[in-house]
């Protein structure tokens, strides 16, 4: 079991800055996967980023590529989700979750929710114009 609590988020102007963060708790690993996904008002839950829980290997869905910085403080066991040039289209609830199973990096972490088994309670993320 390994449950997660997300902080953050919140209301910003187009362009500015947030960071959500995620604590993980219980049976955490190393190589077990971290992700990030968002939902919109009247759409599908879609991917946003992932990594290992080592902090290493991290990816992006290509919207959100070069504005969005996903990252672990090792001295704790908190994932961060850096979220900077943000747009009314970023306006979402955004959830963290973990996948227990290996997946190694020549694969690439799954984007799909149904490969992750733990989910944050989400946070709300709104961007003005």
């Known amino acids: 079991q390994v449950q997660l609590v997300e902080s953050g988020g919140g209301l910003v102007q187009a362009g500015g800055s947030l960071r959500l963060s995620c604590e993980a708790s219980?049976?955490?690993?190393?190589?077990?996967?971290m992700a990030w996904f968002r939902q919109a008002p009247g759409k599908e839950r879609e991917f946003v980023a992932a990594?290992?829980?080592?902090?290493?290997?991290?990816t992006y869905a290509d919207s959100v590529k070069g504005r969005f910085t996903t990252s672990r403080d090792n001295n704790k066991s908190t994932v961060y989700l850096q979220m900077n040039s943000l747009k009314p289209e970023d306006t979402a609830v955004y959830y963290c979750?973990?996948?227990?199973?290996?997946?190694?990096?020549?694969?690439?972490?799954?984007?799909?929710?149904?490969?992750?088994?733990?989910w944050g309670q989400g946070s709300q993320v709104t961007v003005s114009s």
């Open positions: 979750a973990v996948s227990r199973i290996y997946y190694s990096t020549a694969d690439g972490f799954p984007r799909g929710e149904p490969a992750y088994a733990y």
């Open positions: 219980g049976n955490t690993f190393s190589n077990m996967v």
């Open positions: 990594m290992r829980w080592s902090g290493t290997n991290p």
